[in-house]
């Protein structure tokens, strides 16, 4: 028959803290390291013949369709 302890097993705590806080330190290493890329700005080109975005009756009933 085997005895349970009363007490916590602090190597299994400690292990596992561990690996929760490397694994954040992990995340957020690697967050920063992607919010640190270089942003480069696009501009959009200019094509002959585009009307671009127009707020039309169609588009108007849409959105008002769309909300709640």
């Known amino acids: 028959m ?4 009363k007490f916590i097993n602090a190597k299994r705590r400690g292990f596992i803290q561990g690996s929760v806080v490397a694994g954040g ?6 967050a920063e ?6 942003i480069e700005s696009v501009e959009p080109s200019k094509t002959e013949g585009h009307a671009g975005y127009r707020l039309t009756d169609k588009v108007k ?4 369709m769309a909300r709640f």
């Open 2 to 5: 085997s005895k349970k302890t």
């Open 25 to 30: 330190a992990v995340a957020t290493g690697a």
């Open 33 to 38: 390291a992607a919010a640190d890329a270089t």
């Open 61 to 64: 009933r849409y959105y008002k």
